[in-house]
């Protein structure tokens, strides 16, 4: 996330160029997430005619993987898209929000990730065996576990590496309300413009130009008489 380079939000996603980017492992944890809890996270019973969760028969806990999974995805994404537009933004506030807000969301999914972990892990750990006596699908509800423990520390290393490129911008004075383009800087001091005489003469060119004397001139022609 990405966004990727905050630094580059000043000047340098993940360059966003300042945001962002995520990097691609959290996208294939995502998927690897609720992927597996919605092709093996479901179990069929002889006796019941509803699938029930793999997950302590709690619908919640798969609902939450899958759901957390899907706009975690989403998300990385959104910020892949937002690293391609960034050098189209002008704006000094809006690359800083820009940048801030990765920061914000990196942290913000860790977090849920975090969550995800421990409620999956915890009714794992409290599910009956009876419930599924032929073990189906229980690699994909550990797969589903373990890329979600993964997914908080890639998420986390983002939202610092997003920090760590928004000091960048701001010690640069990128990220500075006075900061100005110097090619849009009207202060910078110019040459004036000396508009040139009409005279047919190379020489007669108005200003105060004048050519230096060069030491491969030839010398004048013909004898000179010295005096003695």
Avoid: H
Wanted: with cysteine; proline share 8%.
């Amino acid at each position: 996330m990405g966004t990727g380079d905050s630094g580059r939000a000043g000047g340098a996603c993940p360059g966003l160029t300042a945001t962002p980017t995520p990097p691609l492992s959290p996208q294939v944890f995502s998927i690897v997430v609720f992927g597996s809890i919605v092709n093996e996270g479901y179990l069929n019973s002889p006796s019941e005619s509803e699938e029930f969760c793999i997950y302590n028969r709690n619908p919640n806990a798969c609902g939450y993987g899958v759901t957390v999974g899907v706009l975690a995805f989403l998300t990385c994404l959104l910020y892949l898209a937002l690293d391609v537009y960034f050098p189209q933004i002008s704006s000094v506030k809006d690359r800083k929000k820009a940048v801030l807000s990765d920061i914000g969301v990196s942290a913000f999914w860790a977090f849920l990730w975090f969550v995800g972990f421990c409620f999956l892990a915890n009714q794992w750990q409290v599910s009956e065996p009876k419930d599924n006596p032929l073990n189906e699908g229980t690699d994909a509800a550990r797969a589903a576990i373990a890329f979600s423990f993964f997914s908080i520390f890639t998420w986390a290393g983002q939202a610092v590496l997003a920090f760590q490129r928004y000091q960048i911008g701001a010690d640069s004075a990128l990220f500075s309300q006075d900061y100005m383009d110097p090619s849009q800087d009207s202060s910078m001091p110019y040459a004036p413009y000396v508009e040139p005489s009409t005279g047919p003469e190379p020489t007669s060119m108005g200003g105060t130009y004048q050519q230096p004397a060069s030491a491969f001139e030839p010398e004048p022609q013909g004898y000179q008489s010295q005096g003695y």
